[in-house]
């Protein structure tokens, strides 16, 4: 018992950490993913991290070959697939309007971020992984097709019609918003 005990308890430690550490960033992505549903954001968190444990005890952090070099990108990566992994299984989604989470500390204008998020809530899955990895989490193009599964190529022009739609969406009211 005492060996393997020992390994298990320093793993579960190594996990601790690593979840402390990561939860804030993993929910705001999952935030902007659900467009605002804080609740589906939760959800999401809350199973990519049971995946990630599940995980963690099975795995090499270390850099093997065939192991995963960077925890932190694939538990993103983890997010983002369960996310639209959801959206695929859900045949109706309700949407809570008027009801926005407090986040303490933030500055900016509100009603450019619920603009936004409004907007954002209104695209397709994909194309709201896409601009969110691509523009919030600053993830490169090939980063961005790795997460997703896709090539550059179609991460490229799914990247490009997002943006479209979404300044559609905004209309004429995203610089009156934006010069507030």
Known sequence: MGKSSSAREAADAGFLEFATGRTGQLYRSAYFLTGGDTHLAEDLLQETLGRMYALWHRTSWRGRRGQIDNPAAYAQAVLVRTFLSHR?????????????????????????????????????????????????????????????????????????????????LLGDSLPELAAR
């Open 88 to 168: 695929r299984r859900r045949s109706s989604t309700e949407w809570p309007t008027h009801q926005f989470p407090e986040l303490a500390g933030e500055e900016g204008d509100p009603t450019l971020r619920l603009a936004l998020l409004d907007a954002l809530a209104q695209l397709p899955p994909t194309d709201r992984a896409v601009l969110v990895l691509r523009y919030w989490e600053d993830r490169s193009v090939e980063e961005t097709a790795e997460i997703l599964r896709a090539s550059s190529g179609a991460v490229r022009v799914r990247s490009s019609r997002a943006l479209v739609r979404l300044r559609a």
